[in-house]
């Protein structure tokens, strides 16, 4: 799949049976009826989490999962973590990757089928992110999880991760449908990546026993275990990683962190440690938080295919979620961009290409006049975000810019 602009998403086709969801797209199943035995017994029994969890060491615990789909692997992980975190000390950090974003229509409705998931599934909900491509952080500092989606096809998200020894897993979820009906997830470069990505007792599961899957693993340092299969299934695999590296040290978040500067970046900064349990100091040379009220996020986003356009459309979705929560002055008032020249026109017509109707409204000049009680002749676009989580809606005078 070649690179997708991170705002224009990928659809997935589903037919529907009872509330859960079958892929046209690659003809098959997400999860079996009773996922949530099966997710307990081919991916949290299959990775000895409840054992780990209680003899954790370092603090945290990184699970990597290939295929989020709906989550609902996610949801259950979420639940057994949260039920066996020792007095809620550690965290979780959970990775996953899937080419779909995630739809929360599609979401809500495949949860409300399992009300023991609901606490977690309301969560989610809550802090859903906006539909874009490439990297969503969700927090949950109540269940002490830290969400890292990947929306992206999974040979690029490994090769994002692989580098940096932060990313080097405890646990892995194989689940990106039947090999034979989807060979992406299970090719020879991605068993190379997991391979750079894991470190001495990485564990993995999954729900499949074929042959090339166990020798891939095999090649790439796993000692592999065929076991018996999940319901109707007759086997299924399971294995650890064998070979030492230098990253098996012990892992320790820092407890006490100087910050210097208290301008927004210092304070969301000194917000997102402290929500994680770690003491900040922050120095400045003024006495007050004297911080300006008034402040515009500019989100002109940039329409090529480059890390530019990541870090703008990623970044102004997350200020977006992480204001909308955390503060109560913050006012979504909606962005106004006047069609006022060449270049401006032909920066809207492409962003309007990317049909994303929940971010982008077209406003003739007399619609932008009567909203703004002003008098001017441009037409526009207005990037208008509309918030899944119905906590906060604003729409105020907007901003002409
Ligand atoms: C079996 S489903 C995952 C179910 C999921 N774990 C859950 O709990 O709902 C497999 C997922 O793999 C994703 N997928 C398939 N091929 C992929 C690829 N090449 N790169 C990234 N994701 C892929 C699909 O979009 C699908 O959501």
Request: hydrophobic share 40%; with cysteine; net charge neutral.
């Amino acid at each position: 799949m070649n690179k997708l602009h991170p705002l224009k998403i990928n659809s997935r086709k589903l037919s529907w049976e009872d509330n859960q969801p079958h892929s046209l797209d690659y003809d098959d199943r997400f999860f079996q009826a009773n996922v949530i035995d099966e997710t307990q017994e081919v991916f949290i029994t299959a990775n000895n989490l409840k054992d780990r969890w209680q003899n954790l060491e370092k603090d945290n615990f990184k699970i990597a999962e290939l295929g989020f789909g709906f989550g609902l692997n996610f949801l259950i992980t979420a639940k057994f973590w949260h039920e066996h975190n020792l007095n809620n000390k550690k965290w979780l950090d959970y990775v996953s990757i899937d080419c779909f974003s995630l739809n929360i229509e599609d979401f809500k409705k495949i949860v409300k089928n399992y009300p023991l998931l609901k606490e977690y599934g309301d969560e989610l909900v809550l802090n859903f992110p906006i539909e874009c491509n490439g990297f969503t952080r969700i927090d949950f500092p109540k269940f002490k999880i830290r969400l890292t989606l990947i929306i992206n096809n999974v040979d690029d998200a490994l090769v994002s991760l692989v580098g940096n020894d932060n990313n080097k897993f405890d646990a892995w979820y194989f689940d990106g449908f039947d090999p034979s009906k989807n060979i992406s997830m299970w090719s020879p470069n991605v068993f190379s990546n997991i391979n750079l990505l894991s470190k001495e007792n990485t564990t993995f599961g999954t729900y499949t026993a074929a042959g090339f899957v166990r020798r891939g693993l095999e090649e790439n340092n796993f000692n592999v275990s065929k076991v018996k299969g999940f319901g109707n299934k007759r086997h299924r695999l399971q294995g650890v990683f064998s070979k030492k590296d230098k990253t098996t040290q012990l892992e320790l978040t820092p407890k006490k962190v100087a910050i210097i500067g208290a301008g927004p970046a210092g304070i969301a900064c000194a917000y997102k440690l402290a929500n994680q349990d770690i003491s900040v100091d922050i120095f400045d040379k003024k006495k007050d938080l004297n911080l300006n009220p008034w402040a515009a996020m500019y989100p002109k986003f940039s329409l090529g295919l480059d890390p530019r356009s990541d870090l703008l459309v990623q970044g102004y979705l997350y200020a977006h979620r992480f204001y909308t929560k955390v503060l109560s002055g913050y006012k979504n008032t909606g962005i106004l961009f006047l069609n006022n020249g060449e270049d401006r026109d032909s920066w809207i017509k492409r962003i309007l290409k990317l049909d994303r109707d929940d971010l982008f409204v077209k406003l003739t000049a007399d619609e932008i006049n009567t909203q703004n009680k002003v008098s001017q002749d441009y037409d526009g676009i207005k990037i208008n975000i509309v918030i899944h989580n119905h906590l906060n809606y604003y729409n105020l005078q907007h901003f002409l810019i």
